[in-house]
Every structure is written in structure tokens, then in C-alpha cells.
């Protein structure tokens, strides 16, 4: 995704392109261009899985720099690749770093931080950019976005967003091969993703990153007038066109998120998508809340997704992405509903896959 909520996604090399770099990928580095120096990590407001690191502690490696932010599932899904190159070519001269730099609020917490990188099995270093200050060093604006600095410190690629997987790998093994590194297996790696991890399925996503809080609020139809920062009694439409949606009940709508004032506040959707996410968590860390899902009226049965049961059933324990629904079989368009028995839960942006 990109800081103004759209998602990057690269469409694929000509294969003939990629036949032509896989020649010459051991040889001429010349092949790529020299995008300026390595930026400093020393901005970063902690480190996990390592040691600080420094530009000169990385000199004679070739350094990997994958922005991401845990609620990301452009990011998410990207994972197994970066967990793979890091198994593969660890020993052979790659450093692999994950700079965290947060969307949302709570993001900036380390403890969130830590269990995301645990859930997810992020085994690499990974720098905090609660300040934003390796961002704007690199001057990105992506969520994923990657970068690679060849031995000497010199960024030779960039890539923003999913995909181009095959691509990146070759990049990695001319940057090394060039560096020196012997016994390098020119195979590039298979991963076998499942879960959150597994890739979306671009034939039939039809429905884009959506925002609740008043900042990037887009698709909302309830009938009755926005009131951004105030508890306000919201109505649902009678019905809802692609890629629309409502709240019901009593919520506020902040400039991040939208939060449940009452019991049984619910949010419809209606999307076109396999996969359906929701970025949500209590607004109380101590006080879980409880909800049911519903899919064109009914439980969803064999298309719930990680995050609930067969009967919809689900349960809001902290701030992260859920999956929702993961339609089984045919693609279609639905509609969603989530109600919440409870209120304090704080609803951020809807993903799909």
C-alpha cells in the first residue's frame, strides 16, 4: 500500500526481459543502475533480532531494506520470500533488514511490534522508524517497498509494492556473485505460502484498501451525515453498490478509525474479492470484544476466514489484521456484515486478496 492508501502492485517483467537478465545475472553488474548512497539506519528508534546496525558494519554486504508495517497485507504476503533469501543467501554475504515504520498509532508499539514479528516469523534484524526518519532518508513512500545496496554501499534497485519476486532473487545473486560469493545454487527459491501469506488472487479482486477513519474516508453510504469526532446514531441504506458500505448503531468516527459506542454496532460491505480483512482492535487491551460474521446473510460456513469460526463466530483480542472471510471455490460478489456484541472495538481499514 502507498501513504495515500493505494496499493502497489508491479505488473510482471516480459519473460524475455527476465530470460536476458538470468543470462547475464552473474556478470555484468553494469546491467544495473547506481541509484545513490545506502542511506544511515542509525535514526532507527530500536532494534529487534539485532544488534543496532550501521552502514559501516554492513560495508562488504550486500543489504537488503524492506519497509513494511505489521498490518500491512501487501507487506504480509510478501514474507515468505523475504524469510527465504534471508535462509538462503544469509551465509553467502546477504543482510536482510526489516525497517518497521508505522501507519497506524499503534504501531509505534514496540510489545505490538514484537508479537506481529513473532506471529508472522520474522527471524531477520529489523530497525523502528517510529519517527519516520529512515523513510524520509530514503525518501520512500511505499508499503512494501524494497531496496538493495550492492557490497560498496551503492543502492542498485528498488522495488515498490508485491510481486517482481524473481526478479529481486537475480538481483541479489549478480550483487553477491559480483562481491565475490562462491557456491551460490543459481535456482531461485519456491515458497509454499498459506495463511494470511498466501498471494491474492488478482484475477478476481475487485474491491480496494478502504479507509473508516474521517483521514481517507471513502465508500461510506449511510444514508445520514458524516460527523467526524462526535457519537453519532448511523442507518443502513437499503442497499449497497459495489464496493460501498455502512455502519449501524452508535459510532465515532475519528481521523484513523471508526469506533463502536454501543452494543451491536455492525459495518456491511459489499465487495467482489476472495479474501476480506479488517484492520480493527479493543479500544481497551484488557476488555476483548466478541462478533459475528455474516455472508449475504448467513454464517459463512467453508468461506469463513482464519479469524473466525464456521458460524461466524470471532473475537477481537488486540490491534491487527483479522481475516474475515476467505471465499472457498468460486469468486463472487457478497455482502458482508460484522456485528459486535460489544462496543470498544476500533475498525480501521478493510483489505482484500
Known sequence: ???DGAAVVASPRPTGFLRSFAHR???DVQLLPDEGELPSLEAATGWLNSEPLTTESLQGQVVLVNFWTYTCINWIRTVPYLRAWDSKYGDHGLTVIGVHTPEFEFERNTDNVIS?????????????DNGYEIWDAFDNHFWPATYIADGQGRLRYHHFGEGEYAMTEMVIQ?????GGGEGIDPDLVSVDASGLAL????????SPETYLGAARLSGLVSPDRTQPGAPHIYTTPTGLGSNQWALSGTWTI????????EPHGRIIFRFFARDLNLVMGPTDPNTPVTFRVL????????HHGLDVDEHGAGIVTEQRLYQLIRQSGSVEDRLFEIEFADPGVEAYSFTFG
Do not use: F, K
Not at 549478480?174 to 559480483?178: S, V
Not at 455472508?295 to 467453508?302: H, M, Q, S, T, V
Open 1 to 3: 500500500m502507498r501513504t
Open 25 to 27: 545475472r552473474s556478470g
Open 116 to 128: 506481529a514479528a513473532h506471529s508472522l516469523d520474522v527471524p531477520y534484524p529489523i530497525a523502528l
Open 174 to 178: 549478480q550483487l553477491l556473485t559480483a
Open 199 to 206: 498471494a491474492a488472487d488478482w484475477h478476481h479482486l475487485r
Open 254 to 261: 475519528w481521523q484513523h478509525a471508526a469506533t463502536s459506542n
Open 295 to 302: 455472508l449475504d446473510g448467513e454464517p459463512p460456513r467453508r
